[in-house]
C-alpha cells in the first residue's frame, strides 16, 4: 500500500518534528521495506509512501522567506504536454511551480489518477486535492487546532495528535444495505473523505470543500453517429498510448479479460497499439450463472492473447478475507474484491507489473443492465398527464383490486413505480426498502443515529445535482460518484495493490471522459439496447458473440457458497448469530435469525448479499477491537 500523509497545525507556536509524522508515513504501508518520503516546512508536516508504477515524493521552496511544499502520489499521463516539463526535471518541483503560477487551478490541466497536498505558508493554507474520480481516496481529520490526513485511514489512526475516534452508526447501515459507506463519511463520525474532482482548502483553522472539476452532460454534440465513432476510437487510443508511454511496451503489461465488452475491447486495441500479443487473465468459478469464462476464452482467440485462468474456490474466499481487511480502510463488502485479488495475484505470478481494467466503461457509455430496467418507466411519462392521471391510474388501480389477475397487479405496480424519482426507483430494491431498519436494528442504535436511515439520500443529492437533462444521464452522473468512486474504484485499486500490481484505467483518461459527455444519451442507447454507440463503434473489433452477450458483471458466488460450503457457512453463523455478534446490540437477533433462514430457501442473491456484508462488518469490528481502536 502507498499514498500520502500530512499534518497542518494552527494557532500553535510550535513546529512539527519527524516523530509527529514517522508513525503515519508508516502506516502507509502494510510492508516495512517501502521507502518513505517525508518534509517538515514548520507548522505543517507532509509525508508519502511509494509503490512500484506510481510517482510519489515531496518537493519544497521557499518563496518571499515562507516555505511552500508539495506531497504527491499517482500516476501523470502526458506530463510534457501538462506540466512543459523539461527532460529530467523532478515531476514534484514542477507541479509546485505550476502551483505558484496558477494557484489550484492548475489541477485542471493534470491527467492521471493522483492525490496531492500543498502547504503554503504565505497565507498558512494547506490545500488536498484528488483526481476527477478518486482512483485514490483521501481521509482527514480536522478541529479548530488542527487538520490529519491521509490515503489511508490506519495512518490518520496512526498520528500522535488524533483525537479519539467513534463509530459511525449510519455509516453501519450503509453497509448492511448497499455493501460501501458512500462519500463524505466513514467508520468514524470524526474522520471524512475527500469527494472525487475535489479541493479542501484549510487556511488558519478555517475549512471549504469544492470541486475544481465540473463537467456537463447539457451540451451535446450535433455530429453523425459515424463521425462520435471516429472520435471514440481516437480517443480511447489515445487515452492507452499515454499510459504506455509511462509503463512502456515490456512484457510486463496485462489486461483483466473477462469476456465483457469493455475488458475485452482494451485488450483488443492494446493488442492493436503494441502489435503484438498481451498477457490476458481471467478468474471462473464453478458455479454456472456466476461463470464468464466462455466469453474470455472468445475473446482471448480473437485477439491472440496469451491467456492465463484461474477459478476460486469457497477455500480461496476464506483465505482472502483478510486480504480485504488488510488492503481496506473500513467495512466494505463488495465481495468481488476476491476475484479481483486472485487476477491481479494470477497476473503478478506471470511477471506482469501493469494491469489495465474496463472499468468506467458501463458508466461512460451506458452499459449496465439497470438502466435499461429503467428506461421501461420512461415510456410511461410519455403518454400525456392528463391521460395517465385521470384514466389509465385510476382505472388499472381499480381492476388491479377487483379482478386481481397477474397481468393487472404488475401493471398497478408498473404505474406506481413510473411514477416515482429514478432515485426513489434505483434504491425501492434495496434492503432497507423490504425489511424497514426499525424492524431490523436494536432500538438503542436507533436511537444513536438520531433519525430514521434514509438510504436514498446520496442518490438522491446525485440526482438533482447532475449537470444533466435526461435520466439516462443523470443515472450515469450517479454511478460516477457512487458506482465507481465508492465502489468499484476502491476494490479494483486495493486488490492489485495486495498483489502487488499497478492498474490502468484508460476508460477514465480526462479527454476521453470530457468527449463520453458529448455523446447524446438517445445516441449512447438506442430504446433498451446497452451500450449501443460503443457496440457500433467497435464492430469490427470486437467478436458477435460479445457484442451480443447479456451483461453479466464480475460477481462471486458468495450466496451460492453460504449454503453449500461447510466452512464459509460455519463462518456466516459465527459472524452473524454468536453471542459475540449479537451482543454489540446493534441489530435484533429474530432480525438476524429470520434472515439466516429467507436466505436458506431465496434462489436469488438478495439476502446472500446482505449476510455477507453482515459477516465482513463483524470481522471488521473485531479486527479494530484487537487493533485498540476506540
Request: proline residues 5%; glycine residues 6%.
Amino acid at each position: 500500500m502507498s499514498g500520502i500523509c500530512g499534518i497542518a497545525i494552527h494557532g500553535r507556536d510550535r513546529r512539527l518534528d519527524p516523530s509527529d509524522l514517522m508513525p503515519m508515513v508508516q502506516g502507509l504501508s502494510a510492508s516495512e521495506d517501502n521507502d518513505g518520503f517525508t518534509i517538515i516546512p514548520g507548522p505543517a508536516a507532509l509525508g508519502a509512501q511509494s509503490f512500484q508504477g506510481r510517482l510519489a515524493g515531496v518537493a519544497g521552496m521557499t518563496v518571499q522567506q515562507k516555505s511552500l511544499a508539495l506531497v504527491f502520489h499517482g500516476n501523470l499521463f502526458a506530463m510534457k504536454d501538462s506540466l512543459q516539463t523539461r527532460v529530467g526535471e523532478d515531476p514534484f518541483h514542477a507541479l509546485l511551480q505550476f502551483y505558484l503560477k496558477e494557484g489550484m487551478g492548475f489541477l485542471r490541466r493534470l491527467r492521471g489518477a493522483f492525490v496531492l497536498a500543498i502547504w503554503d505558508a504565505r497565507d498558512e493554507s494547506l490545500y488536498l486535492a484528488t483526481d476527477r474520480f478518486r482512483v485514490h481516496p483521501l481521509f482527514y481529520f480536522q478541529d479548530g487546532e488542527k487538520l490529519i490526513f491521509a490515503s489511508r485511514m490506519k495512518s490518520i489512526l496512526a498520528c500522535p495528535l488524533a483525537a479519539s475516534r467513534t463509530i459511525n452508526y449510519e455509516a453501519i447501515l450503509h453497509v448492511v444495505g448497499s455493501s460501501i459507506i458512500p462519500t463524505p463519511e466513514t467508520i468514524f463520525r470524526e474522520i471524512r473523505k475527500v469527494p472525487a474532482g475535489h479541493v479542501l482548502a484549510w487556511q488558519q483553522g478555517e475549512m471549504k470543500l469544492k470541486p475544481y472539476w465540473e463537467i456537463s452532460f447539457r451540451t451535446p454534440s450535433m455530429d453523425s453517429e459515424a463521425d462520435l465513432a471516429k472520435r471514440l476510437r481516437k480517443q480511447f487510443a489515445e487515452a492507452l498510448s499515454v499510459s504506455l508511454e509511462s509503463d512502456g511496451t515490456s512484457e510486463r503489461i496485462g489486461t483483466f479479460l473477462s469476456g465483457g465488452v469493455d475488458s475485452s475491447t482494451v485488450t483488443g486495441v492494446l493488442t492493436q497499439l503494441l502489435n503484438r500479443p498481451v498477457k490476458s487473465f481471467s478468474i471462473g468459478f464453478g458455479v454456472e450463472n456466476f461463470n464468464e469464462m466462455e466469453y474470455a476464452r472468445i475473446a482471448a482467440r480473437a485477439f491472440g492473447s496469451d491467456h492465463h485462468e484461474y477459478f476460486v474456490t469457497p477455500e480461496d474466499t476464506c483465505n482472502a478475507i483478510q486480504v480485504l481487511l488488510n488492503s481496506i480502510d473500513e467495512p466494505y463488502a463488495n465481495a468481488s474484491c476476491v476475484p479481483s485479488y486472485y487476477c491481479a495475484k494470477l497476473a503478478r505470478e506471470h511477471g506482469v507489473d501493469f494491469l489495465y481494467a474496463g472499468d468506467g466503461g458501463d458508466e461512460l457509455f451506458a452499459g449496465n443492465q439497470r438502466y435499461a430496467e429503467q428506461a421501461v418507466f420512461e415510456y410511461y411519462s410519455r403518454i400525456p398527464a392528463a391521460l395517465r392521471r385521470f384514466i389509465l391510474d385510476p382505472a388499472v388501480s381499480a381492476m388491479a383490486k377487483t379482478l386481481p389477475i397477474n397481468v393487472l397487479v404488475k401493471g398497478k405496480k408498473y404505474i406506481q413505480k413510473a411514477g416515482m424519482p429514478l432515485y426513489e426507483r434505483v434504491c425501492s430494491y434495496g434492503f432497507f426498502r423490504i425489511i424497514p431498519v426499525t424492524e431490523f436494528a436494536e432500538a438503542d442504535f436507533l436511537a444513536q443515529i438520531g433519525h430514521e436511515h434514509d438510504p436514498v439520500e446520496r442518490y438522491r443529492y446525485y440526482y438533482e445535482n447532475a449537470p444533466a437533462e435526461t435520466e439516462l444521464d443523470r443515472h450515469l452522473y450517479i454511478d460516477w460518484m457512487l458506482t465507481l468512486a465508492d465502489n468499484d474504484l476502491v476494490k479494483v485499486t486495493r486488490m492489485t495493490e495486495a498483489a502487488g500490481v499497478a492498474v490502468r484505467y484508460p476508460f477514465l483518461d480526462k479527454e476521453l471522459v470530457e468527449f463520453s459527455v458529448t455523446v447524446p444519451s438517445r445516441t449512447k442507447m438506442r430504446g433498451r439496447e446497452l451500450r449501443s454507440f460503443f457496440k457500433n463503434a467497435y464492430a469490427d473489433l470486437l467478436p458477435p458473440e460479445i457484442r451480443k452477450k447479456k451483461k453479466h458483471g464480475f460477481g462471486l458466488p458468495i450466496p451460492v457458497w453460504l449454503r453449500t460450503d461447510q466452512r464459509l457457512n460455519d463462518l456466516m453463523h459465527d459472524l452473524v448469530l454468536s453471542p459475540r455478534s449479537v451482543q454489540r446490540g446493534y441489530f435484533r437477533r429474530k432480525a438476524l435469525e429470520n434472515l439466516v433462514e429467507l436466505h436458506k430457501t431465496d434462489k436469488s442473491s438478495f439476502y446472500g448479499t446482505v449476510l455477507w456484508n453482515l459477516m465482513i462488518l463483524e470481522l471488521w469490528l473485531r479486527n479494530t477491537q484487537t487493533a485498540g481502536t476506540n
